[in-house]
């Protein structure tokens, strides 16, 4: 069974900046696909980051919102997905939900898709002041 716990959440003003983990357990990381989600009130579900590695490759992906200013990595001895966020503006405000997948996207994908992803964890709150 696998099991996602989210931590790190918090409330900053703008232009600081957070570090959420994600503690996982059942599995191996580095095998699965995995990723950040946000949700705001009132708006659906986005993807936000995304890491997997193939072929011996490590594959990193993000929505263009937070390209240059979010950064996830994950500690494979710590089984532990991270995402580093810098800069925060008040936009970022949402729930942040860690996601993950014993399979990798599909051709094309890019892991910022729900539909790529079995197993959520219960989000940790984000609140960006201005």
């Known amino acids: 069974q696998v099991q996602l716990a989210e931590s790190g959440g918090g409330s900053v003003q703008a232009g600081g900046s957070l570090r959420l983990s994600c503690a996982a357990s059942?599995?191996?990381?580095?095998?699965?696909?995995m990723g950040w989600f946000r949700q705001a009130p009132g708006k659906e579900r986005e993807g936000v980051a995304a890491i997997y590695t193939s072929g011996g490759s490590t594959y990193k992906y993000y929505v263009g919102s937070v390209t240059g200013r979010f950064t996830i990595s994950q500690d494979n001895a710590k089984n532990t997905l991270s995402l580093q966020m810098n800069s925060l503006k008040p936009e970022d405000t949402a729930m942040y939900y860690c996601?993950?997948?014993?399979?990798?996207?599909?051709?094309?994908?890019?892991?910022?898709?729900?539909?790529?992803?079995?197993?959520w964890g219960q989000g940790t709150q984000v609140t960006v002041s201005s």
């Open positions: 059942g599995y191996t990381p580095r095998s699965y696909l």
């Open positions: 996601a993950a997948d014993p399979s990798p996207p599909p051709y094309g994908g890019t892991g910022l898709r729900e539909y790529e992803y079995n197993y």
